[in-house]
């Protein structure tokens, strides 16, 4: 079952956003999910992961401190918070599940996630 993200849009440079990603009730409590990003002409690149219980978060380098994940077990839904848009952060943004735990080993390598939903677009722009 493919993960559903959403949040994007137009943002000025220094602003903020936060993205959704929903999921299935036995995806969201059985798989960690990340966050990605795609810009025009590059690859898909990790950003953050959370566990299926929320314990284990790792942050990739390409964003940390600006970002923060996190999820909410009412909704089923996994959120990243932008804070600090700058323009080359603009990118289609998706989410994805997982079945392996060493996602932080693995630099949350893309071909190891899965479900991957169409992606929400991100621009950040004056």
């Known amino acids: 079952v493919q993960l559903q993200a959403s949040g994007g849009g137009l943002v000025q440079p220094g602003g903020s956003l936060r993205l959704s990603c929903a999921a299935s009730?036995?995806?969201?409590?059985?798989?960690?999910i990340g966050w990605f990003r795609q810009a025009p002409g590059k690859g898909r690149e990790g950003l953050a992961c959370?566990?299926?219980?929320?314990?284990?978060?790792y942050y990739a380098d390409s964003m940390k401190g600006r970002v923060t994940i996190s999820r909410d077990s009412a909704k089923n839904t996994v959120y990243l918070q932008m804070n600090g848009l700058k323009p080359e952060d603009t990118a289609v943004y998706y989410c994805?599940?997982?079945?392996?735990?060493?996602?932080?080993?693995?630099?949350?390598?893309?071909?190891?996630?899965?479900?991957w939903g169409q992606g929400t677009l991100v621009t950040v722009s004056s």
């Open positions: 994805a599940s997982t079945i392996y735990a060493d996602y932080d080993r693995t630099h949350m390598a893309p071909e190891f996630f899965g479900s």
């Open positions: 009730r036995f995806t969201f409590n059985s798989y960690p």
């Open positions: 959370i566990s299926n219980i929320g314990d284990i978060i």
